[in-house]
């Protein structure tokens, strides 16, 4: 099986390597998501250490279970051969309705066919305040809602770069 584009990659390449990862974790798929990964791949996200597609089915079940309306951006940072390094950004909320958005950097690595054979995820919350900035969001599957900012309210679209502005907490004066 093979899923290109293919290592070695150009900043083209790995920048459309991780839009598509981008537009599928967004997809909230499990099995989607887990195709872009080898039958053997290891996984390091946070605390936890895992292995195979298997795993990986069971991890994001779990993560989305957990991640309502989970909206994700992920952005090129660094590439070299077959490894590519992205930052990231997504919002979530829990089923007591509580806002969150975390932030993080992947370091990704791929086997000849194009698919991910290593990720290692570092990622940290931040609890939002109602009201406070919406996140940028890239046009497209990467687009979503938010409940509580107003009916039919959207995302704001921008290409480019993403912004990591910090939010204020829930409850603070700022």
């Known amino acids: 099986m093979s899923r290109p584009p293919l290592p070695p990659f150009t900043r083209e390449t790995a920048a459309q390597k991780a839009r ?18 080898t039958e053997d791949s290891r996984w390091r996200n946070r605390s936890e250490v895992f292995q195979g597609r298997e795993a990986i089915v069971a991890f994001l079940t779990r993560k989305w279970e957990k ?11 660094a590439f070299d051969g077959n ?6 950004q997504y919002e979530w909320h829990d089923a ?3 806002w969150f ?27 939002i305040a109602e009201g406070s900035p919406l996140p940028l969001a890239r046009a497209g599957p990467a687009s979503g809602r938010r409940a509580g900012v107003g009916a039919g309210a959207v995302l704001a679209v921008k290409a480019g770069p993403l912004c990591f502005e910090t939010p204020p907490l829930r409850g603070s004066s700022a």
């Open 83 to 88: 490894r590519i390094a992205v930052r990231f």
């Open 20 to 37: 598509m990862a981008e537009d599928a974790w967004n997809s909230r798929d499990p099995v989607r998501v887990a195709g872009a990964y």
């Open 67 to 77: 991640e309502q309306e989970y909206r994700l951006i992920k952005d090129l940072w």
């Open 101 to 127: 958005r975390s932030y993080g950097n992947e370091q990704w690595e791929f086997d000849e066919h194009g698919l991910m054979r290593r990720r290692e995820a570092s990622i940290n919350d931040i609890a």
């Open 96 to 98: 007591a309705g509580n």
